[in-house]
Every structure is written in structure tokens, then in C-alpha cells.
């Protein structure tokens, strides 16, 4: 694909976008990457540096006219061609790309980090709910999303973003550089800790009584089910990011037990779970002591997110 014929009956190389594109579909689809169209689209778009405006207004022009100097043409090209070929071997879009967009807001993203997904923005809007001078712990940050985008957008006091692995934690803190005004990255704070175990010296160090929230999206795959998933999740992102234990509720059994140590009286609770896990999530925070349990569904109507209260 994206070739055509010259006088003579012999094969050209694409040369408008319109060809690169269409050539990069075809490619994709061959490989049976989902949705090769878009995929194709997006990666176009970041070798030649293009917005859908801009593409639509140059994509039947030729390429030699766009980029006159020959070395440019060619580089751009095939940084294209080369992104085809590790798409096609089924890296993520978004480590390809090296950023991905959640809540309205850019994330750069890597291999080390589990590349947010439209889904967690349901935990996002549930926890925004009351926000204003309030401290904020979010578990398993990765990329940081979750609770960058809360204090983006809401008015916490602090939030205190921690993961186990040193890597995930330097993209939170490259991404909070980024994207928090200097007045709101003050109130940023990050930590390496497996869950709570370093929570408590934070407590005590800046002076706080527990958070009035709690949230995480924690790795909630059953171990066995991970070599099942899509390639680009089970060869690509970060297993620690993923692998929930064999019932894909590990991280839930802890954070129930720890949580009520670190909350306020009235302080919530707002967990990311998998699609089938609401009614063995809920019986563990009931045991734990919290009340007044709500679950929201996300876009395609599976069960999301799970918050609850803790009267202390």
C-alpha cells in the first residue's frame, strides 16, 4: 500500500501524507493492531509534527513540497516507517508517542509506567467531589495521573502521590513539573513506599493526622489472566502495574486493613477495580469498617470505581 504506478508499469514510493497514511493503515491492520486507522493517524501525525487541521489542509500535497530539504523528507519518513514497525510488533501507541492525554491534561509516559487509561477518569471525578483544604494519599501512582490531575483540578491542601518503584515515581514528579503551577506543586509531595509502610513517617514528619482521602487504581489482574490480555499489555507495560495476585485482590485486602490507620473520622476511600470485583472488594472494606459504600460505573456500563466512608 501506498504506492502507485509510473509510467512503465514500475512502483513509486508514497510520497503525500495522504499515501504515508495509508500505507501505515495498511501495515497496521495486517498486524492486527486494534484500531490501525487511528494508530496510523497519531503516528503520522508525530513524525511530521501535524495536527487533523494542518494534515487536512497538506495531506494530497506533495511531500517534496511540504519539506524541500531532501534529509528532512527522508528522516521524518522513515521515523514514521520505524514507528509502523513497533507498532506492529505491538508497543503501545502511547510509549511510542511518550505521552498520553487523561483528564484533560498531557502525561508523558514510558515502559516504567502503566499508560493511563479513559476508564480512571471515573475515579478522578469521584474524588473531586470535595476537595477544597483537604489531604490527599494516592497509592500506586504510576504516571502520577490520578492525583495530579486532583490537584490540578481541585483545592487540596497536600497530595502525597507514592508507588514502590523508584522509575514510576520520577515520570509522577516529571509530569508534576510539568503540568502544576508552582503554587499547586508545592502542595505535591512523593514518596517510595510498598502501600503504607512508609506512610506513617510522612504523617509524622509533616505534621498531619491521617488523610481525609484514600484513593488508588491498584493492579487488580488475576496473576493467571495476565498472559491473556492483548500483547501490548501483557509483553508491554510494567507487571508490577498489573499483577493483582492470584484472586486480583491482594492490593484490596491490604489497603482495607491499612487505610482505616491513616484516615480521618468522615475520611473516604475511593478505589479503581476490576470490572468484576465490586462485590469482593465491598465485603473487605465492610469488614474494614467503612459505611455508606457507593460504586460508579464507567462509559461501557462495567463497574468502576468503589468509594466508601470511615467513621473512625
Known sequence: MGEGKVPGGERRSAVTLRELLREGAFRLREALVPDPDYDARQLLFHSFSLDAPAYLMKSS???????????????????????????ASRIPLQQLLGYTDFFGLRFRVSEAVLSPRQDTEILVEEALAESAGKHALDLCTGSGC????????????????????????????ENAERLLPPEKRARLFLLRSDLFQRISEYEREKGIQGFDLILSNPPYIRRGEIESLEPEVSEHEPRMALDGGEDGLFFYREIAREAPKHLRPGGRICLEIGFDEAEEVSALLLSAGFSELSLRRDLSGKDRVLSGIFRG
Open 61 to 87: 500535497a506533495e511531500l517534496s513540497s511540504l519539506y524541500p530539504d531532501e534529509g528532512e523528507r527522508a528522516e521524518r519518513t522513515a521515523d514514521f516507517r520505524r514507528l509502523l514497525s513497533e507498532r
Open 146 to 173: 490520578v492525583g495530579i490531575s486532583l490537584l490540578y483540578y481541585g483545592e487540596f491542601k497536600s497530595m502525597l502521590l507514592t508507588d514502590l518503584s523508584a522509575p514510576a515515581l520520577r515520570k509522577a514528579e
